[in-house]
């Protein structure tokens, strides 16, 4: 799986948008992007995925470059639970046994403050 | 609640001993896996069963053994335990056909190994 760049860390403002951005430039033509995030001590949850057109769905939009060498995580009105490590995560869709593991790197720490 | 479930949450035992963590997932997944967190927050993939059959097994110790009796379980056991198994455990769930795998999270289980 191609490998990914984040920011160590970022803060937002509560109620602005946070624009959390991921390098991933030797992505493959069949990798797909997919953000997960974790909240203090709890599981990583899935948010968003996309291959090449933007993507959108009630937690958050993803844009993808054209040349899909880097992508944005946005969220559009942070909240102070969105208070997370987000990790941008890029892997072949499909079946087969590795295809279906997830590589988190060290992601990005978003702190949303009041 | 449909979710992956673990049980215990909190896990403390002495070097030496052998110990189990149970995960249940009733979200009609076919496909469960096994994560590790460690103290450096480093989230990596151990094991993955698909219909109750091995798919993934990356490089850990053999003390490890990973159970499923049937689709809805995956259960880890670890013999002799060690310093070093200290750590939080995760377990997950998803569909094995879905196009982007949207992997769902348990609540972890922290292992403290005195």
């Known amino acids: 799986d191609a490998k990914t760049t984040q920011p160590t860390s970022m803060d937002c403002a509560e109620g602005r948008a946070a624009n959390l951005p991921c390098n991933h430039s030797t992505i493959s033509g069949n990798e797909y992007v997919y953000w997960y995030r974790q909240i203090h001590s709890q599981g990583p949850q899935y948010i968003i995925h996309g291959l090449k057109n933007n993507e959108t769905n009630e937690m958050a939009s993803l844009i993808i470059t054209e040349d899909r060498k880097s992508s944005t995580l946005i969220l559009p009105h942070a909240t102070l639970r969105d208070t997370a490590v987000y990790y941008c995560?890029?892997?072949?869709?499909?079946?087969?046994?590795?295809?279906?593991?997830?590589?988190f790197g060290k992601g990005t720490l978003l702190t949303v403050n009041p | 609640d449909t979710a992956v479930s673990q049980t215990p949450k909190y896990l403390v035992t002495q070097m030496g001993n052998d110990k189990s963590i149970k995960c249940e997932q009733n979200?009609?997944?076919?496909?469960m896996y096994w994560y590790k967190q460690d103290s450096k927050k480093f989230l990596k993939i151990m094991f993955s069963?698909?219909?109750?059959?091995?798919?993934i097994n990356e490089t850990v110790p053999n003390r490890f053994s990973p159970k499923s009796p049937d689709k809805a379980h995956l259960n880890l056991h670890i013999n002799s335990l060690e310093l070093g198994d200290s750590a939080v455990y995760f377990c997950a769930s998803s569909h094995w056909t879905s196009e982007y795998n949207e992997q769902f999270f348990g609540p972890g289980t922290r292992l403290t190994v005195l």
């Open positions: 995560i890029v892997r072949v869709a499909g079946s087969g046994g590795s295809n279906y593991k997830l590589t």
């Open positions: 069963y698909n219909n109750k059959e091995l798919i």
């Open positions: 979200l009609g997944h076919d496909t």
